[in-house]
């Protein structure tokens, strides 16, 4: 039988891969509230092959609910290096897409992008459970095409990543 | 003698009687403990909230406590004035110890000495924080975001 080239495998991998996510959320803000429904029997996320999931190490979905202020961006970024990967990356309402009603805070963030790589954005204050199901239906399509790479430009860009960081953390 | 005339003879206070479960207390700075540790032998055990009120046309911190009696299901707020150059208190953590984590907040956020408590000082909710305390009036939220963040800027707006 003949081998399977490099790229048939990736294909193969990122098949199987979006269809089995764990993911960890990280319950900054008030955007936990819709993650419930999401995941229990009236939206039921797991009929797509999404599980909640506990522990960083295990996860392959992080998902930033709400605003991040500086101290839990610190938290964040840990929790993003001890994930294995491939690791996406979902901002989650507007909070953290651009600061949201938080924008003149001293201590939010205005964009996650520029601390981790974020592979996806849901706009709205709040995203409904159809808006974070669609979000995860694009995420799988992103990944099918391999066009989710967040965790690349992560260790590609990482001087920029770490100098943004530093500038706010210290 | 009810409780509400026992508060009315506390030493040097000003009380006024907004609701009847509903008192303020208003002291010098000096009294405060012992107010406070009267207010307790009344039966008033419980520091719902010790927060600041930054006066800043008066140049004063206004300090607040909120003692609550579950026998007498009254509210019973001390008040206090502090100057705002040189804002100095009393730990109150010896009557009431749910004070102490107050005393560290309002330290942090508002700069204000607390004497007695040890612990404030000590980074307790801000991480290398080097400005004026945040939730002094005159501390410029917008300037320091834009300072310290960079904004993001949808397509078509102007900059």
Known sequence: MERMTEEQVKTIANMLRKRSLWMIHYCTGCGAMELPPTMTSRYDMERFGLAPYVTSRQADILLITGYLNVKTLRRVITVYEQMLDPKYVIGFGSCALNGGVYWDSYAVIKQLDRYIPADLYIAGCMPRPEAIISAFRHLMELIDSGKADGYKRYKRNLAYYKENQRKVLG | ?159
């Open chain 2, 1 to 159: 003698m009810g409780v509400v005339d026992k508060i009315k003879e506390l030493d040097g206070a000003k009380i006024t009687i907004q609701r009847e479960n509903r008192i303020f207390v208003d002291v010098d700075k000096d009294r405060v403990i012992g107010t406070l540790y009267s207010l307790k032998l009344m039966g008033f055990h419980q520091l719902s909230v010790q927060n600041v009120v930054d006066r800043i046309k008066d140049g004063k911190f206004e300090i607040f406590y909120v003692l609550y009696s579950h026998e007498y299901k009254i509210n019973v707020i001390v008040r206090t004035w502090v100057d705002r150059d040189n804002p100095v208190i009393e730990t109150a953590d010896k009557i009431y110890p749910s004070a102490h984590t107050w005393e560290r907040e309002i330290s942090e956020m508002f700069g204000i000495k607390v004497e007695g408590n040890e612990d404030c000082g000590k980074p307790f909710i801000l991480e290398n924080w080097k400005d004026i305390p945040p939730m002094r009036k005159d501390f410029d939220s917008v300037k320091y975001s834009s300072e310290h963040f960079v904004f993001r800027h949808s397509e078509g707006e102007n900059e």
